[in-house]
Structures are given as structure tokens and as C-alpha cells.
């Protein structure tokens, strides 16, 4: 049984969440009102996931979610509304420690919640297999343990035969992850990064602002068909995929409608395989970090077979080994890192 404490001062969602679960057959549930009756219920309880709701009275669930991974550390999956604040809170919400969010429905509340009901399912069921941590201040703590090759500076990609893409994959505990990855980058790393981290459209945009404000490389949303660059990171828009198309004037990175072929969003893998019609493959790089599911897997170890490179994140610091796992157990992963080792190793490469 997963024992589930589910954290919101609606009577109704707490009703309807737990219809959802009770359903399943097994969760053990608990239900709190706002963070005070929440931290009591953790302690208590000792829940292996807690859903939590963002605004509440007494006590806010970012005020919550911060108590609850200084003094009884589990996984946390938010619950936000899609709103800016409600997107900046979740951002803050997942660099506190939260390991996934989900936005909350709109419209007719009932109808909503059913439809949403699988995807809340599967991500609390991969919450109760996360490793939780404190990812404030991960960024700072990488710069300082990350060792950058010695030799010649970085020289930036100029002639289009030595134009290439370092393709990445990320989903629940993607955003802190990234924020981990960029943050030591030098801002004249020779090659454009394109990132599908599966996430709504609503979070995505925050996430690039928020990476743009800690990393120096420059970070931007994808919204509409843009030139690849050098010391460029594309963060793929959310309840869309991310590709990678031809032009005159050499490869573009732009947004695609959502394929009922992939069932996460932006996919992963869709962006390898979108990349590979493009480049050969000795000039991409494929890096699959933590994140429930395989998306990416199959399609990086395509990647690795035709010649190009691949890193796994290492199960010891994903928050869930799901995709970067499928990728080592599929043979696909030239090199399986802890988090605070890519960033040198594609330095390595590159260099």
C-alpha cells in the first residue's frame, strides 16, 4: 500500500482526490486542510507522498512543503493553479524539493479531475519511488565541486560543419536537474542545448526566466521557430513537442503540436528523432535525466548505435531513475553520470 496524505483547503478537491485514489485499491489515504494539520498528519502518518496544495489559509503549502523537508524529508507532488503566480510558486515549490507538480483544473471541477485522473495517478506513484532532497542552492554547490578540463578556451561553432546539438530530456525532478546542469556552463559553450522537459505550457515559459536568471548561458521559451546558437538553451513550451526543422539558413528549433504518438510532453523522443532527419549523428549529443517513464530512451539508444554521444544521469542523484534507467538498461548510454558530472564530461567533448 502507498500511503498518501493529500494536503488542500477545498472540501470538494479533497473529496474528489480521494475518489481518485481510494479507486485504485492501494492507497492509504489522510487528508489535512492546510499546512499546519499537514505537518501534524506527516508526523503522524508518515506518508510516502504528500499531494499539497499551493494557497491555503494558516499556513501556505511553500511555507508546508519547506518545514516538511527540513523535518520529515518525502516526496512532495504540488498541486497549482495555471496562473503566473501559481507557475512561479510551483517553480519554487520543486527548487524547495518538491519532486513533481500538476496543474489543478479550470473548468467543471468533477469532469476535470476525471480526466486528469491517470496522469495524478502516475505521478504520485512515481513520487513514492523518489529520492526527495533539498535542491536549494544545488546550482551553487555543483559550481564549486564541478572540475572543467584543462586546455584551449571553447571556441564557438562557426562553419555549419561543425554545428551540433546537445539534446535533452528531463521530467519529474527535471527542473532543479537543469538548473544543476546549466548553471556551471560558460556562457561561449560551442554548441545550442534544446531541452524537452515534460511540463504544461503555463510552466515553462517561468522555467526558462528562472534558468536565464541563474545560468550564463542565455535561456529562452520556444514559441516560434528560432535559429539555433551557440551559448543558446531552448527550453521546449509545455502541452507541445519540440523539434528540430531545416531552413536555408541551416537548422531551426520550433514548436509542434502535441503527437497523440508520444505520450509525454514535450517528447523527448520525438526531439532525437526530429534532430537525427537533420544532422548526422556524430554531431548530436543526447543527455536523459531524471524523469518517470522511458521517452527518449529508445530513440538515444538509436542515437548511440548510429555513432552519436549519450549520458545517462545515475540513479544515485535522479529524484526518479525512470527514463535515464530505461536508457542504460537498453544499452544506449555511452556514459551514466551523477548530475554534477555531465556538465564536465559535455565540456570534455566539446572542448
Known amino acids: 500500500m502507498i500511503k498518501l496524505l493529500v494536503v488542500d483547503d477545498s472540501a470538494l478537491m479533497r473529496r474528489l482526490l480521494g475518489q481518485i485514489f481510494s479507486a485504485e485499491g492501494d492507497f492509504e489515504l489522510a487528508f489535512a486542510r492546510d499546512g499546519i494539520e499537514a505537518l501534524e498528519a506527516v508526523s503522524a502518518f508518515s506518508p510516502d507522498v504528500v499531494t499539497l496544495d499551493v494557497q491555503m489559509p494558516r499556513m501556505d503549502g511553500l511555507t508546508c512543503l519547506d518545514r516538511i523537508m527540513l523535518e520529515h524529508p518525502c516526496p512532495v507532488v504540488m498541486l497549482s493553479s495555471l496562473t503566473t503566480a501559481g507557475a512561479d510558486a510551483t517553480l519554487q515549490a520543486l527548487e ?9 483544473p479550470q473548468g467543471a471541477l468533477s469532469l476535470d479531475m476525471e480526466e486528469m485522473a491517470p496522469l495524478l495517478v502516475a505521478k504520485v506513484r512515481a513520487a513514492s519511488q523518489a529520492r ?3 535542491s536549494r542552492r544545488l546550482a551553487e554547490r555543483l559550481r564549486h565541486r564541478m572540475t572543467i578540463p584543462s586546455g584551449p578556451p571553447l571556441r564557438r ?3 555549419a560543419t561543425e554545428a551540433g546539438i546537445v539534446l535533452v530530456g528531463a521530467s519529474t525532478g527535471g527542473p532543479p536537474a537543469l538548473d544543476a546542469l546549466l548553471a556551471p556552463l560558460p556562457a561561449d559553450f560551442p554548441w545550442p542545448i534544446v531541452v524537452a522537459q515534460h511540463m504544461p505550457s503555463t510552466f515553462t515559459g517561468p522555467l526558462a526566466r528562472r534558468l536565464a536568471r541563474l545560468a550564463a548561458l542565455e535561456v529562452v521559451e520556444v514559441t516560434a521557430p528560432m535559429p539555433l546558437r551557440p551559448g543558446r538553451v531552448y527550453i521546449g513550451r509545455g502541452d507541445a513537442d519540440v523539434i528540430i526543422g531545416n531552413r536555408p539558413a541551416g537548422p ?4 509542434a503540436p502535441a503527437s497523440a504518438a508520444y505520450r509525454w510532453h514535450p517528447s523527448a523522443d520525438r526531439l532525437v528523432e526530429s534532430a537525427m532527419a537533420i544532422l548526422p549523428p556524430e554531431r548530436l ?3 536523459l535525466m531524471t524523469g518517470m517513464g522511458d521517452d527518449g530512451a529508445q530513440t538515444m539508444t538509436r ?5 552519436g554521444r549519450t549520458i545517462a544521469e545515475a540513479e544515485e542523484t535522479a529524484i526518479v531513475w525512470g527514463m535515464p534507467g530505461a536508457l542504460v538498461r537498453s544499452g544506449g548510454a555511452e556514459a551514466v553520470l551523477p548530475l554534477e ?3 564536465s564530461r559535455l565540456l570534455e567533448w566539446l572542448a
Open 341 to 343: 558530472e555531465i556538465g
Open 303 to 307: 542515437l548511440r548505435e548510429q555513432g
Open 96 to 104: 524547495l524539493g518538491a519532486v513533481d507538480a500538476i496543474a489543478k
Open 132 to 134: 526527495p532532497r533539498r
Open 252 to 255: 531551426v528549433v520550433l514548436s
Open 157 to 159: 561553432a562557426s562553419a
Open 285 to 287: 549529443i543526447g543527455v
